[in-house]
C-alpha cells in the first residue's frame, strides 16, 4: 500500500473488501490481529464486531511465519533509490521466494507452538 495505513484505510482497503468476505465464508471462523494501532483503532474494532475474534495478549511472542518471510526478504533486499525501485524489487523478490521456504515456516507452528509454551512465552530458537 502507498501512503499510510490507517484505521480508516484498514477498515476500507483490508477488512471489507478481502477479510470480510474471507470470514463470512468460513462458518466459525475466530479472527486474530495484533496489536498495531490501525488494528486497535475504533474504526477497525467496529468493523469487526460481527466476527469472532481472538485478543491479542500484550508482549504475546511473534509466531507468525510471514514476520520470518519478511526478514528473509530484507535480508536479501539491495539498495533502493526511489519508492519505485523498492516497490519493483520486493515485487521481484516476493515472486521468486521459493514456495518450499513458505511450507517450511508453515509446517514448523506445531513445533514453534511447543517452543513457546515451553519457555512460557519467552523466546525460543524460531
Not at 81 to 86: A, E, K, M, R
Request: glycine share 6%.
Amino acid at each position: 500500500m502507498r501512503g499510510t495505513l490507517t484505521g480508516q484505510r484498514y477498515v476500507d482497503d483490508i477488512l471489507r473488501p478481502h477479510v470480510g468476505p474471507f470470514l463470512n465464508s468460513l462458518p466459525g471462523a475466530i479472527f486474530q490481529q495484533d496489536n498495531a494501532r490501525t488494528h486497535t483503532e475504533r474504526v477497525a474494532q467496529d468493523s469487526l464486531r460481527h466476527f469472532q475474534t481472538l485478543p491479542w495478549p500484550s508482549r504475546s511472542p511473534d509466531l507468525f511465519p510471514v514476520e520470518h518471510v519478511w526478514d528473509q526478504l530484507k535480508r536479501q533486499m539491495t539498495s533502493c533509490h526511489s519508492v519505485n525501485d523498492l516497490e519493483l524489487a520486493v515485487q521481484d523478490l516476493w515472486a521468486h521466494l521459493p514456495q518450499d521456504n513458505i511450507r517450511c515456516r508453515i509446517n514448523s507452528m506445531p513445533d514453534r507452538v511447543v517452543a513457546c509454551n515451553a519457555t512460557g512465552g519467552g523466546p525460543t530458537r524460531y
